[in-house]
Each structure stands twice: as C-alpha cells, then as structure tokens.
C-alpha cells in the first residue's frame, strides 16, 4: 500500500468510478492507494499558478506518475511511507527558493518587465492616480477626520483633515508592489473603511483612527501567520450582500449634508436622517444646485465608456478606435475632471469678490506626513487616554475591520482572478503590512478598491508595478497641488462618493436568491442521492437582517448578527434533517435511509438506531 501526504492542490483523473479527487490544504489530506484497486492515476497535472509536488515511489504506483512530473526541480514537503510524521520530514533543496518566489511575487515577475509593459503600467497608474486624489479627500471627510483638538503626538488644526485621504492613498501602492499577487488590485481609502473609521472618530481625533489602522494591520498579520485565510470563508454571500447595501446606503445618506450645504456632526443612519430632516430649511441653495448638477454629469459620463463608434458588424477604423479611447480616458477620470472643473468655478468666485455661493474644503496641510510610531496615547479636551483606553474605545472594531478589509480584497483579487487561485493568506500578509507602514505615515484603515481595480484593468496594467506611479503621483500631489485643494467645494466631493456608492447597493441579486431559495434540488451524479431540497426564502432573511440591523444599530452589530442568523440556518437542518425510508423486500425487510438536507444526522433525532433494532428483532 502507498499512502503519500499533499501540501498543494492538484487534480487526480480517475477511471469512471470517481471522476477526480481535488485534496485541499493537506497536510490532513492524503490519499490511499492499493495495488488491487480499481482506481488508476490517468493523469496528473498542476493546477494554473499552483506547485506540483511529486511524491514518493512506491512500487506498483510508479508507472502511474509520468516521467515530466518525476524529473520535475520540484521537493516535496513531506513524502515518506505510511507512519512518517510531519516532524520527521526532511528540507529538500529547491524548497526554499520556490517558498520565497511564492511569498514575494515580485522576483517572479520583475525578470520579465519589459518597455511594453512599462507604458501599460505607467498609464494604468497614472490613471489610477487622477481617481484616487479627488476620492482621497472626499473619504477623509467621509471618515470624519476634521480634527478640532490637538493630540499628544501631533496637533491639528480645525481646517486640517482632508490630507489623511492622500495619507492613506501611496504606503499600500509600494507594499502592494512587493508582496501582491494581482496585478489589478489598487491599495488605499475606500468607502466602506471610512465608514468604519467614523464610527471610531466620530467625536474623538484623527489619533483613533490611525491607531485602528496599525491594530488592523497586527491582527492581519496574526491571522496570515496562523493562516486565518479561510475565515473569510464563513461571511456566507447573503450576508455580504445586506451589509455591503446598507454600507451604500449609509455612506449615501451621510453624504447629504454635503451635498445640500448643512452643517452637523451625526452619528449612524437614523441620526444622519433626523438631523438633515431637521436642518432642510437651512439648505444653501448653491451646494444644492451645484451637487445635483455634478451627479448628472458623473453619471452621463460613466455612460461614456460604453460608446461604440461605428457599424456593430464592421470594424471600427483607425480614427473611430482612436475616439473611443478618448471617450474612455474622459469617461475613467471623470472624477477628476469634475472636481477641477468646480475648483475652477470656486476660485473665479473668489476672486471676483462676489461671495462665494458653496462652502469649501478649505485648507489641506502640504507636504509629505511626517513619518512615525503611530500614536498610543493621545488627549482630547483635558482628558488623557492611554493606549489601553484607545483600545477600549475602539472596542470590537480592532477585529471587525480588519476582516471586513480582508474580505473585500479577496473578493476583489477573485473578481480579476481570470479563473486562478486567491491565496487569502498571502492578501492577509500584504494587507496587515500595508495597514502597518501605513499607520507610520498617519494612514487611516485600507483596503482594496473595487472601483480603482476596475480601472486599473481597464487601462490595461500588465504587472503590479504600475501601483508604483500611483504612489509617486500621490507624493507629487502632497508637495505640489494641495494649496489648490483649498478650492475644492464640498457639495462635489458629495457627489463623487455617491456616485460611486449606489452602484453597490445589490438589489439585482434579490429576485435570483429568491428564486434559488424556493426550490432547489440536487443529485449526486453516481449514486442519485436527494441531498436538498427546501422551498422557502432562507437566504433572504440573513441578507435583510444584516441589512436592516447595520442601518438600525451600527455596521458592527449588524455584520455580527447576519453572520450569527446565517449559522443557525445552516445548523439547524443537521439537528433536525429531512429523513427518506425507503423499504426494500427480498425474503427480509429492512429500512434504507437517505438524509434530506444534511450529511449530518443528529444522534438525538435520527430514528434509524430504533427501527434497525426493531427489524433486526423479527
């Protein structure tokens, strides 16, 4: 018998009583073969971006193994007889080069850049960076980092704040570049991260919020040593889906006051409501007219893109493909150009000495942060908080934001896969490292962009690289640009965010879940066993409950609820599972029994003890 032990995925063709086994994450999995068996090895190949490991040569097994696979450079883990132990195994050479390749993607793919490459990338983050300027500022302000105190470590001024957006815009493009293991994801402020950050400064200072993003960072990396990867994988998409709608609407809402020119600090959904319900009569008129008309313009211009100049048969001509890129290159900075264009309107204004009819974001701090431990104390009035009481302070969200983060970015490097493999451990490794560094340059929490991503593929990046001329764009912007961002009204920051906010309310994945959750039945191909069938809407109700719950008592709680409704629906059908008996007749009867909705029968409700004893009786 040969009984060999897996480290990595691969794919074992079987004959035509078992069509493949996929082992997953061994060193628990292992597979047993015996000379006698049916079961032949017809072919063994890795799976895309995955080491192959061959295995040790058993007799009778060898000629199963093809000979590339046995010349192969690479080492097992761990490949002995039955009754080897982990501890026992040996390095072999070619381990650790291949390990460091795997762990630092850069020294696979830097040895082949080349000038094609370098003009893809440098558009690619060029183009990123015009996006995440104007979206760096607006989520400061979302995050609520307008700071009216003076900290330990730094003092602020009261028109200070907006800076923390382009603080948290260029430390995750450099990590990224090193240790990333796709191309398209961009690293920075996002909306939902700020929402979580306000929640957490919202009546303190900016302290709160860059320690939260170096405790983020620690706990990323905790888990991607412990490889906590997998507990991405237990936020079920129900649950994702209520809670990244109601982040949208929330984010939304908060928007308001922006975009109707108010002025007040709220805390959560229905606060937000109130106070703008209350405030409506003090509404500027200019804020108003001038978001409305920003929002329209965002919105026909992220139309642009889909422009197709020609016949739909034909190919488009040299010039028609040339206006198309046009098209698209408007169409993607769109942000961009609108905030300029309203900075441009704002300082007419003000220099023409009429008044200015919409408030603006005022003074932005220039120069590069300064570099430095993140702040484990801080004062707020005249009460001082030590690290302990930030902690406190910060509560649950030290480990909440962090999964939240991780969760995001995986789904995005899934997204941009193109049928590949997400490590989650190495995105955990390469987030808590760009939280960390962050936190030194007075980052507020980061993670993937989904938006940013999806322009950064558009422009055709070819390597990670191209998160380096986003980062340096940023740095420029620092040292050059922010005596203008003075200029910059509020009411189009408004609506920069939420134009790009609504696009993520899921509403269009209600009416498939409803239909998928009302009847939904399947068989197991070789041995047509009923596995499940329920009729009802039960992934709807954690997807409405996180909903619900994170507008009604904060995105926290709300998450922390869905997530503990979507365990009960899983659970309860193993306590109580749907039973088919079937009886068959030849000289004796007796009981086949076939679980419904579960592979787990309780021992307390699976009646098949007694019936077996009663038939084995007669």
């Known amino acids: 018998?040969?009984?060999?032990?897996?480290?990595?995925?691969?794919?074992?063709?079987?004959?035509?009583?078992?069509?493949?086994?996929?082992?997953?994450?061994?060193?628990?999995?292992?597979?047993?073969?015996?000379?006698?068996?049916?079961?032949?090895?017809?072919?063994?190949?890795?799976?895309?971006?995955?080491?192959?490991?061959?295995?040790?040569?058993?007799?009778?097994?060898?000629?199963?193994?093809?000979?590339?696979?046995?010349?192969?450079?690479?080492?097992?883990?761990?490949?002995?007889?039955?009754?080897?132990?982990?501890?026992?195994?040996r390095w072999r050479p070619g381990t650790l080069r291949k390990a460091v390749r795997r762990n630092i993607p850069i020294l696979t793919w830097l040895p082949k850049y080349n000038l094609d490459t370098f003009v893809s990338d440098l558009i690619a983050g060029v183009t990123v960076g015009l996006t995440v300027m104007p979206q760096g500022l607006a989520y400061a302000t979302l995050a609520g980092l307008e700071p009216q105190v003076c900290g330990v470590q730094r003092c602020y001024s009261a028109a200070w704040g907006n800076e923390y957006g382009l603080y948290s815009a260029f430390m995750g493009c450099f990590v990224y570049l090193f240790l990333g293991s796709c191309k398209d994801i961009t690293i920075g402020p996002t909306a939902l991260m700020a929402l979580m950050t306000?929640?957490?400064?919202?009546?303190?200072?900016?302290?709160?919020?860059?320690?939260?993003?170096?405790?983020?960072?620690?706990?990323?990396?905790?888990?991607?040593?412990?490889?906590?990867?997998?507990?991405?994988?237990?936020?079920?998409?129900?649950?994702?889906?209520?809670?990244?709608?109601?982040?949208?609407?929330?984010?939304?809402?908060?928007?308001?006051?922006?975009?109707?020119?108010?002025?007040?600090?709220?805390?959560?959904?229905?606060?937000?409501?109130?106070?703008?319900?209350?405030?409506?009569?003090?509404?500027?008129?200019?804020?108003?007219?001038?978001?409305?008309?920003?929002?329209?313009?965002?919105?026909?211009?992220?139309?642009?893109?889909?422009?197709?100049?020609?016949?739909?048969?034909?190919?488009?001509?040299?010039?028609?493909?040339?206006?198309?890129?046009?098209?698209?290159?408007?169409?993607?900075?769109?942000?961009?150009?609108?905030?300029?264009?309203?900075?441009?309107?704002?300082?007419?204004?003000?220099?023409?000495?009429?008044?200015?009819?919409?408030?603006?974001?005022?003074?932005?701090?220039?120069?590069?942060?300064?570099?430095?431990l993140p702040p484990f104390s801080t004062v707020i009035g005249n009460q001082s908080y030590s690290f302990v009481d930030m902690c406190s302070e910060l509560g649950s969200s030290i480990v909440l934001v962090p999964i939240i983060a991780v969760l995001g970015n995986v789904a995005i490097a899934k997204a941009f896969a193109s049928g590949h493999s997400v490590n989650a451990t190495q995105e955990l490794l390469t987030l808590g490292l760009c939280n960390i560094l962050g936190s030194f340059v007075s980052s507020m929490p980061v993670t993937g962009s989904f938006s940013r991503s999806a322009v950064n593929h558009a422009s055709g990046v070819k390597t990670p690289l191209g998160g380096?001329?986003?980062?340096?764009?940023?740095?420029?912007?620092?040292?050059?640009?922010?005596?203008?961002?003075?200029?910059?009204?509020?009411?189009?920051?408004?609506?920069?965010?939420?134009?790009?906010?609504?696009?993520?309310?899921?509403?269009?994945?209600?009416?498939?879940?409803?239909?998928?959750?009302?009847?939904?039945?399947?068989?197991?191909?070789?041995?047509?066993?009923?596995?499940?069938?329920?009729?009802?809407?039960?992934?709807?109700?954690?997807?409405?409950?996180?909903?619900?719950?994170?507008?009604?008592?904060?995105v926290e709680y709300g998450i922390l609820v869905g997530v503990g409704i979507n365990i009960v629906f899983l659970l309860y059908p193993s306590a109580r599972p749907t039973i088919h008996v079937e009886r068959k007749t030849n000289n004796l009867e007796a009981p086949g029994i076939k679980p419904g909705t579960s592979g787990f029968v309780a021992s307390g409700s699976d009646p098949s003890t007694t019936d077996a004893i009663k038939h084995g009786s007669r």
């Open 198 to 372: 306000y929640q957490q400064v919202v009546g303190r200072n900016p302290d709160f919020a860059v320690l939260l993003c170096f405790l983020s960072g620690c706990v990323q990396l905790l888990m991607s040593v412990l490889h906590l990867g997998v507990l991405v994988d237990f936020i079920s998409i129900p649950v994702t889906v209520g809670f990244t709608s109601a982040t949208s609407v929330i984010i939304a809402v908060s928007q308001l006051k922006g975009l109707l020119g108010l002025s007040f600090t709220s805390s959560g959904f229905v606060d937000n409501v109130k106070k703008v319900y209350q405030q409506i009569g003090e509404t500027r008129l200019g804020d108003t007219v001038l978001g409305g008309v920003c929002i329209v313009i965002l919105l026909l211009l992220r139309k642009l893109k889909d422009v197709k100049l020609g016949p739909k048969d034909d190919k488009p001509s040299e010039r028609q493909r040339v206006l198309m890129k046009i098209l698209w290159l408007v169409s993607t900075s769109r942000n961009a150009l609108v905030v300029i264009v309203c900075s441009v309107l704002a300082f007419t204004f003000h220099t023409s000495e009429k008044g200015l009819p919409f408030l603006l974001t005022g003074n932005v701090r220039s120069g590069l942060p300064p570099f430095g």
């Open 1 to 89: 018998m040969a009984h060999f032990t897996r480290r990595r995925d691969t794919k074992l063709f079987l004959d035509h009583r078992l069509k493949y086994a996929k082992l997953r994450n061994s060193p628990v999995a292992s597979l047993v073969l015996t000379d006698s068996s049916q079961l032949t090895v017809k072919n063994f190949e890795k799976l895309p971006d995955q080491i192959t490991y061959p295995y040790a040569k058993p007799d009778g097994l060898q000629k199963h193994i093809p000979a590339a696979v046995q010349d192969s450079d690479y080492r097992p883990w761990c490949c002995s007889d039955p009754g080897t132990t982990m501890s026992s195994c």
């Open 468 to 554: 380096l001329y986003t980062g340096v764009l940023i740095l420029l912007a620092l040292s050059l640009l922010t005596p203008y961002f003075y200029f910059i009204p509020k009411a189009s920051l408004a609506a920069v965010i939420i134009c790009a906010v609504i696009f993520m309310i899921e509403y269009e994945v209600v009416q498939p879940m409803w239909k998928s959750s009302r009847e939904s039945v399947s068989y197991l191909a070789v041995y047509q066993v009923h596995l499940f069938d329920s009729k009802g809407s039960k992934d709807l109700i954690p997807t409405f409950a996180t909903f619900l719950l994170c507008l009604m008592i904060g």
